[in-house]
């Protein structure tokens, strides 16, 4: 059976941004990197196994973050498995947290729409105004207008969110 496309591109994003240390668990992966980041640091939970029951596992998962001083983060995207992850999460005393979302366009349309806007900012990227040489601000401006001048154009072809789960 063939991958969906959200199913390909959260799998694109967890090779993306790989952990320190990584183990399997029933078909999730746990990482751990250290530091702030959160993706690093989490739960992937994109196949589920038959040898644990959910509970075993999010127990598990549980466990392995505590040995590491870190708390349980489980990462929940549109192919997140087993089926009613969220529930169960909830009923162990986890909030929700942390929303995202992914999208995708074709790289012409976003290669099209970088360059126009950071052709129009391009004065606030070499401004000296900042201590690196840049108007950090007039930058992040720049980054808004990107993301809002071809931000309709994405969703129209793939939009799926993902979200965190973290113990209370």
Not at 12 to 40: C, F, H, I, K, Y
């Amino acid at each position: 059976m063939a991958e969906s496309l959200a199913g390909e591109l959260e799998r694109l994003v967890v090779d993306a941004w790989p952990a320190a240390e990584t183990e399997d668990l029933d078909g999730w992966l746990l990482r751990a990197s250290g530091g702030p980041t959160q993706r690093g640091n989490s739960v992937a939970t994109l196949d589920a196994g038959s040898a644990l029951s959910l509970e075993e596992r999010i127990a598990r998962a549980e466990q392995w973050y505590r040995a590491r001083e870190r708390t349980a983060i489980i990462q929940i995207g549109p192919t997140a498995m087993p089926d009613g992850l969220d529930a169960a999460l909830e009923q162990r005393g986890y909030r929700r947290h942390g929303d995202s979302v992914a999208a995708v366009a074709a790289p012409q349309v976003v290669s099209d729409h970088t360059k126009s806007v950071l052709k129009a900012s391009v004065g606030a990227w070499n401004s000296p105004t900042s201590p690196y040489g840049r108007d950090t601000a007039l930058g992040n401006d720049a980054i808004s207008n990107l993301m809002t001048e071809f931000w309709p154009d994405i969703k129209r072809r793939l939009r799926f969110g993902h979200h965190s789960f973290f113990r209370t």
